[in-house]
């Protein structure tokens, strides 16, 4: 069994970047949509994924942002991982030869099996509530959606917190967890304390696992 990775999206600040590496955060996200109250200019996104250790991805999110943007921001950010959260195509999502995600906005009715095949380039599809706007609503959607055979890596968001991500990882089995709303005091600002015990809940849940599978 592989440890669920964990991405903390929506940072802003310095020190909410160190808060989240030391919590133990695989990636952070930097929301260029501009409509977003977490946005971040690239010059700002720049500075802050500086801060990072090795082996910590920076995911820029995009939605319906044009080429030329996403261009700018994988020049001036080598290793960023990209994050496709509007309503991209196929072909749109494979234009900037980078690797990336595409969002899912679950709803009851949602195909996502269909879905996944549709975006088979993708690394991993994200699943997100489906919100008014585009995401980033702190609304937890039903996970009994999810079916079992997705064909892709499952990055599990969507209204996540400390309060609740133990039982998303055990019932849904994600390959990583996606959470901004959910470890925040207000939006774009983060708290230390939240993404320590995110990150701890998430171990807690892993060792659960663990547990389960050697019949412990
Ligand atoms: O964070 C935002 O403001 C945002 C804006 C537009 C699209 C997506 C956005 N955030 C992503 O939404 C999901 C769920 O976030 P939450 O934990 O429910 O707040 C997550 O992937 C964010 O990266």
């Known amino acids: 069994m592989s440890r669920t990775r964990i991405k903390i999206c929506g940072l802003t600040r310095e020190q909410d970047v160190l808060d989240a ?10 929301v260029f949509y501009e409509r977003s109250p977490r946005h971040v200019s690239l010059q700002r996104a720049v500075e802050l994924v500086r ?15 044009p080429v030329a943007q996403i261009e700018q921001a994988c020049s001036a950010i080598p290793g960023l991982l990209l994050q496709y959260h509007g309503d ?16 899912a906005r679950m709803a009851p009715g949602f195909d996502l099996l269909n879905f996944a095949q549709q975006f088979a380039g993708a690394q991993a599809v994200l699943l997100d509530t489906h919100v008014e706007g585009y995401g980033g609503g702190g609304k937890v959607f039903d996970w009994s959606l ?32 996606d959470v ?20 701890e809940a998430v171990r807690e849940a892993d060792a659960r696992r663990l547990e389960a599978q050697n019949g412990c």
């Open 146 to 177: 999810i079916p079992s055979d997705v064909p892709a890596p499952v990055v599990l968001s969507g209204g996540l917190s400390p309060a609740n991500v133990i039982d998303g990882v055990l019932q849904v089995r994600p390959w990583a967890v």
């Open 88 to 103: 991209e195509s196929p072909e749109d999502c494979a234009r900037v030869p980078r690797p990336w995600m595409r969002a």
């Open 21 to 30: 590496v030391q919590a133990g955060a695989d990636a952070i996200g930097l």
């Open 180 to 199: 901004s709303s959910g470890v925040e005091v207000s939006k774009g600002i983060k708290d230390a304390a939240l993404m320590q015990q995110f990150c």
């Open 51 to 65: 801060l990072l250790p090795p082996f910590v991805t920076p995911v820029g999110l995009f939605v319906n942002a």
